[in-house]
């Protein structure tokens, strides 16, 4: 592990990304809320929280850091579930790597939640947006390949 001591302390953020791509069959199924285990996204959220407050255990050589706040966003698009993940931190190191197994396990959380409708269900595009803070200072994704795909959201229907 990466010795942090004479790090300073300071505000840092990330943001990262992944992608369930899933038939539109499924995709109805979760509209209707109609999924034999429950409702996948709210799931999903909750386990990408989780996943982000355990990340040191995930991956061996992380430190383990005081969060200070995770937002987990899954979001049914025209093909998929889109996932955004947000974790800040007042710490001697960076959050991307908690962002990014918040997006991992949010994402495999909607393919264990969809898998008896669909096992063809892919979990892509899983990277880093952004970050801030830190002695490497500010990184956004510059190559395009984050794609906005707010534009094709659709309508779930209201919980029961």
């Keep these: 592990m990466v010795d942090v001591t004479a790090k300073s302390v300071t505000h840092r953020s990330a943001v990262a990304h992944a992608f369930v791509k899933m038939s539109p069959r499924v995709l109805a199924a979760m509209r209707k809320l109609e999924n034999p285990k429950g409702d996948p996204l709210e799931v999903a959220r909750i386990a990408g929280i989780s996943a982000a407050k355990r990340t040191s255990e995930w991956i061996p050589l992380c430190h383990p850091l005081p969060l ?24 001697q190191t960076g959050v991307e790597m908690e962002a990014l197994v918040a997006a991992a396990a ?55």
Excluded: W
């Design 68 to 91: 200070t706040h995770i937002d987990v966003h899954p979001t049914v698009c025209k093909n998929g579930v889109e996932i955004s993940t947000q974790v800040t931190a007042t710490a």
């Design 106 to 160: 949010a994402a495999l959380t909607v393919y264990d939640m969809c898998k008896a409708l669909d096992k063809s269900i892919e979990i892509a595009e899983l990277y880093l947006v952004e970050k801030t803070g830190g002695k490497s200072g500010d990184f956004r994704r510059a190559d395009g390949r984050h794609k906005n795909r707010q534009d094709q959201v659709t309508k779930r229907a209201p919980k029961r």
